[in-house]
T-cell receptor, first 112, second 112 residues
């Protein structure tokens, strides 16, 4: 099955700086890559996703890049704010397969 | 819409006891799933359903049963709880139109 690895496990950044989280996947057939944000005591919430037919997608301060050849994708958060502090998970699946394989998560702390 | 709801929020069981974790969604989503979240391991798929009357196993199904008698509800049953089932359980749902999965707030289960 699909194996998703995520790095780093923890990330501390100064407010206003950028944060980058990287994931690799093993199944070359995977073509849907979502990112979830989980705040303390809550369920994960989708913040951005990308499909294999595009290499980059942006939504305000967050962006995701995908390199299918190397089988890795990354989340970029610019101008970080205290409310960006959370655990972030990457995941991978076949499109419309619904079975997500998750990375282990990255705890992001934004220092004021 | 309430989205995805889960009950109870917290539960403590003794080894060998049984219980059912409830999950309901009011978005008329066809796809529903159960994940467990353990420290350093991300979320792992337990069981999923693509519609009423249809269920299938995920990555870690042992010790859990599910059924899907209605579109709205997808309960998860532990027949004989074990300490290894101590975890946080999340239910999720998705429309078959796209992959975006909506997660519930979670149930924190402790098995003594």
């Amino acid at each position: 099955g699909e194996n998703v690895e995520q790095h780093p496990s923890t990330l501390s950044v100064q407010e206003g700086d950028s944060a980058v989280i990287k994931c690799t996947y093993s199944d070359s057939a995977s073509n849907y890559f979502p990112w979830y944000k989980q705040e303390l005591g809550k369920g994960p919430q989708l913040i951005i996703d990308i499909r294999s037919n595009v290499g980059e997608k942006k939504d305000q301060r967050i962006a995701v890049t995908l390199n299918k050849t190397a089988k890795h994708f990354s989340l970029h958060i610019t101008e970080t704010q205290p409310e960006d502090s959370a655990v972030y998970f990457c995941a991978a699946s076949l499109a419309y397969d619904y079975k997500l394989s998750f990375g282990a998560g990255t705890t992001v702390t934004v220092r004021a | 819409n309430a989205g995805v709801t889960q009950t109870p929020k917290f539960q403590v069981l003794k080894t060998g006891q049984s219980m059912t974790l409830q999950c309901a969604q009011d978005m008329n989503h066809e796809y529903m799933s159960w994940y467990r979240q353990d420290p350093g391991m991300g979320l792992r798929l337990i069981h999923y359903s693509v519609g009423a009357g249809i269920t299938d196993q995920g990555e870690v199904p042992n010790g859990y049963n599910v059924s899907r008698s209605t579109t709205e509800d997808f309960p998860l049953r532990l027949l004989s709880a074990a300490p290894s089932q101590t975890s946080v359980y999340f239910c999720a749902s998705s429309s078959t139109d796209n992959n975006e999965q909506f997660f519930g707030p979670g149930t924190r289960l402790t098995v003594l």
